[in-house]
C-alpha cells in the first residue's frame, strides 16, 4: 500500500484509503497461527504543515489453539493504527520525536507498518475462555469437560518415605 506524499498535500484534505492484504506470508513465521480471510484496512491519511497522519482501523481475524486446552479457536481483532511521518525534521513537534518517522521520498509504503500492528496485536498465549482449565497433566484430559479422576496429590520424591511415619 503505498501513500504519495506529494498527492497529499496537493489535495489538502484527508484521502481514505481502503485495501485488503493477504496475511499468510505475514503469519508464515507462526506455525500455530493461521489467517482465515484477509486484513482490512480502513485508513485515512492527512498532512498539515509537512506533517503526515495516517490512521485507522485494520480488521482481521485469526485461527489458533488455545494455550490451555489445545481446542482451536478464531479471534477476530479491530487493532487501531496510527502512524506519523514527516518529509523535514523541524515540522516534528518536540515531545512527538520519537513516535515520527522521517521520509526523505515522495512515497510512503504503508505495508511494513501495517505488519508491525498486526504482530503487535497478535496474543503470546490465546485462550478459548478467561476461565479455562487446561489439560490434566497427568493423563491429558481436557479438564473443562470435568474432572477426570486423576490423584491430584503430588508428594515431593524426596519426602515419600515419610508419607507412612504416622501410621503404624
Request: proline share 6%; hydrophobic share 35%.
Amino acid at each position: 500500500m503505498m501513500l504519495n506524499i506529494r498527492d497529499l498535500t496537493q489535495k489538502g484534505g484527508p484521502v481514505a484509503i481502503s485495501e485488503t492484504f493477504d496475511l499468510s506470508e505475514t503469519l508464515a513465521g507462526r506455525v500455530d497461527t493461521e489467517a482465515p480471510g484477509k486484513l482490512a484496512a480502513e485508513l485515512t491519511a492527512h498532512s498539515q504543515g509537512g506533517l503526515v497522519t495516517v490512521e485507522g482501523t485494520l480488521r482481521f481475524a485469526i485461527r489458533t489453539s488455545c494455550s490451555r486446552c489445545l481446542q482451536p479457536i478464531e479471534e477476530t481483532f479491530n487493532v487501531p493504527f496510527r502512524e506519523q511521518f514527516a518529509t523535514r525534521p523541524e515540522a516534528v513537534p518536540n515531545e512527538d520525536k520519537d513516535e515520527v518517522h522521517l521520509i526523505a521520498e515522495d512515497h510512503i509504503k504503508l505495508d511494513s507498518y501495517v505488519e508491525e500492528a498486526v504482530w503487535l496485536a497478535l496474543p503470546l498465549a490465546a485462550v478459548c475462555r478467561e476461565d479455562c482449565r487446561g489439560l490434566c497433566p497427568e493423563c491429558g484430559a481436557n479438564q473443562n469437560d470435568g474432572p477426570c479422576g486423576c490423584n491430584k496429590d503430588k508428594i515431593d520424591p524426596r519426602l515419600a518415605g515419610l508419607a507412612n511415619f504416622f501410621e503404624s
